[in-house]
Nanobody, 117 residues
Framework: VQLVESGGDLVQPGGSLRLSCAASGFTFSNYYMSWVRQAPGKGLEWVSDINSGGGSGYYAASVKGRFTISRDNAKNTLNLQMNSLKPEDTALYYC???????????WGQGTQVTVSS
């Protein structure tokens, strides 16, 4: 199993970023997938998950209405569109196999998002 995130960057408050995760080594379309983040000096925070079929995503209250999770099962990719970014969104963002009520069993290496003026 391999999960490789990309798309992290330095962005100004109010800006947007799109994170992607390329999945391989397993049947991607069979699994819930999540984004989990870790801010500097803080613990892990679940951000969002999406079911195996790519239906509606679920979101932490801190990002609801600003972030949108999606997936392309034909391309084995997971995405996170992040709008109206705030400094408190600064974190290392991980692509994770599993949903919020499942076991998070495989993690990517993370991609850094920094929101600062």
């Amino acid at each position: 199993v391999q999960l490789v995130e990309s798309g992290g960057d330095l962005v100004q408050p109010g800006g947007s970023l799109r994170l992607s995760c390329a999945a391989s080594g397993f049947t991607f379309s069979n699994y819930y997938m999540s984004w989990v983040r870790q801010a500097p000096g803080k613990g892990l925070e679940w951000v969002s998950d999406i079911n195996s079929g790519g239906g509606s995503g679920y979101y932490a209250a801190s990002v609801k209405g600003r972030f949108t999770i999606s997936r392309d099962n034909a391309k084995n990719t997971l995405n996170l569109q992040m709008n109206s970014l705030k400094p408190e969104d600064t974190a290392l963002y991980y692509c994770v196999r599993g949903g919020v009520y499942d076991e998070f069993d495989y993690w990517g290496q993370g991609t850094q998002v920094t929101v600062s003026s």
